[in-house]
């Protein structure tokens, strides 16, 4: 079985058009609506060695209700295509995960308006060409499958997608914080399915790995959420604020060393020293200075005031010994 993917024969029930009447403006005639139910997800182990818990599928349930379907995760409102009215979790009988569980798919039912910038879209879903999905939605726990340690503490050494003993190692994703939007895909990152997952937490604790390994993956098209980016902004100015300092600290000490400089070496050309030192690390300029304080410590030495008498040498008047 594969997941991420829309389901085909679907015939809409009555119902399902009430629950769309809660996302439209307008009453729209049956007939103007295209209705197909996908599976956004599953808890099997994707490309990327990680999975949703069964627990996190359930609490994604209420997250994508009304979220958006987009094409190839572009944020410009013209790629909308359709909405999500209906979500659910469902155990599939007989099928395992990877990793032996019991396996469980997250289900959902969508509409789009049967208009023309549509028509093609739709003929390509009836047609099984577009089929593929993913979703876009943040997690704030993330657990090595090896040694049980959250992968945002800093304490797991695993590696996803190798063997440790005889076990694969992957991630177990759950707690979920938000749902962004789902997506046709071309390639997914779960098995014949598709996740692009971001990670981070409503209250404000952060791993920038995470959003680092978030912004490497996202292949052009990033999803963050406006607390994550909040977050990542926060900790670029901090960064900026330490890099001016830095830069402050490497001019004092270029400047310095430059005059250490003149007093070791009079005959050095100031401006050459110069642009050599512009061009050094604040660890090769620390050398430097510390090499130059110790050669003028050497020369700045006192001489002992009383200077050691020679030792004379006894004469014995061998010469005229007969």
């Known amino acids: 079985m594969t997941d991420g993917y829309i389901e085909k024969g679907y015939v809409p029930a009555a119902d399902d058009y009430e629950k769309i009447r809660q996302f439209t403006r307008k009453e729209f005639p049956q007939e103007e609506l295209f209705v197909f139910s996908l599976i956004l997800c599953s808890n099997d182990i994707d490309r990327d060695y990680e999975k949703f818990s069964v627990s996190a599928l359930n609490e994604l349930v209420a997250l994508f209700i009304g979220k958006t379907g987009i094409r190839d995760h572009s944020m ?9 009215f209906d979500t659910w979790v469902e155990a599939v009988p007989g099928k395992k995960t990877a990793d032996g569980e019991e396996l469980h798919v997250l289900r959902a039912k969508a509409y789009m308006v049967k208009s023309r ?3 093609a879209l739709i003929t390509e879903i009836e047609a099984g060409i577009k089929k593929e999905v993913s979703v876009s939605c943040s997690m704030r726990s993330a657990v090595c499958s090896i040694c049980g340690e959250s992968k945002k503490s800093g304490k797991c050494g695993h590696i996803n997608g190798r063997e440790y003993g005889g076990r694969l190692c992957y991630s177990v ?7 962004y939007e789902w997506s046709f895909v071309a390639v997914p990152a779960q098995r014949d399915a598709g996740i692009t997952k971001s990670f981070g937490t409503l209250k404000g604790d952060f791993n920038m790995t995470d959003i680092k390994k978030c912004l490497e993956s996202g292949d052009g098209n990033v999803v963050l959420s406006d607390v994550q980016a909040r977050a990542l902004c926060s900790y670029i100015e901090e960064k ?12 004092s000490l270029i400047k310095e060393l430059i005059s250490l400089c003149a007093k070791s070496i009079p005959h050095m050309d100031l401006k050459v020293f110069g642009g050599v030192a512009e061009v050094m690390t604040v660890k090769e300029l ?3 200075k510390n090499a130059f304080e110790k050669q003028q410590a050497l020369e700045n030495m006192p001489a002992p005031q009383l200077a050691k008498a020679q030792k004379k040498t006894k004469n014995n008047f061998n010469e005229f010994r007969i």
């Open 76 to 84: 410009k409102s013209s790629d909308q295509t359709a909405r999500i």
């Open 117 to 119: 910038e549509n028509e």
């Open 173 to 179: 994703l759950s707690d979920a914080a938000d749902a």
């Open 240 to 251: 900026e604020e330490l890099a001016s300092l830095g830069e402050e600290y490497k001019k």
């Open 286 to 288: 620390q050398s430097f």
